[in-house]
């Protein structure tokens, strides 16, 4: 039997079932933290002086808010929302225990990212809705969010990329996934094939996301 056909009778199961927990933290994280970072994003924006709904004690508040979870990384912050972690979920360890971290630390560069885009739509666009009368709400979902389509997506793209990594570090306190594969296996036990192993599927990960992201970005400007 060849050492690759040894590699993968002994290892190909764990792989898998870490890369399918890799999958659930970067799927349910995302789709909580777009929830909460795209209004976010949406709030700094409107909010922000000369916009429609300014209001300083608002814009202060978020931006500082976003500020000081972007400042704290990701381990640190791991670590330090323990008890708030342990509270809404019940536990700290495994994909459900880490769920709550990789939010809160991916919810805010959304927004962030979100303001951005949003930002590079033309104020003339707007303000020609305005005048015609169109309402706040009219104007975020059929001008704001339309024409920074291709913006958003780049955002997200390098969100889920990030995230990744996130869950990465995760690994190495219990979550589960490649990090926990890489960390336990690969550093702990020196077994190298598994170290190159995860790399290598991290890199394809994070390649394939990118090129999907590049892509639908610029198909959805062209229209």
Known sequence: MSRFEQFTNQWLPIIGESVIETFQMVGISLFFSIIIGIPLGILIVLTRPGQALQNAVIYQVSNLLINIIRSIPFIILLF???????FIVGTTIGV????????????P???????????EVQNGVIEAYTAMGIKTPSIIWHVLLREARPSIILGLTISTVGLIGATAMAGMVGAGGLGDLAYRFG???YEEDI???TVLILIILVQGIQSIGNRLAARIKKD
């Open 187 to 189: 550093h702990l036990r």
């Open 109 to 119: 560069y959304i927004a962030r990212l979100m303001e951005s885009a949003l930002l």
């Open 80 to 86: 330090f929302i323990l008890p708030f972690t342990k």
């Open 195 to 197: 170290m190159y192993a």
């Open 96 to 107: 459900k225990g880490v769920i709550v971290p990789l939010v809160i630390y991916t919810a």
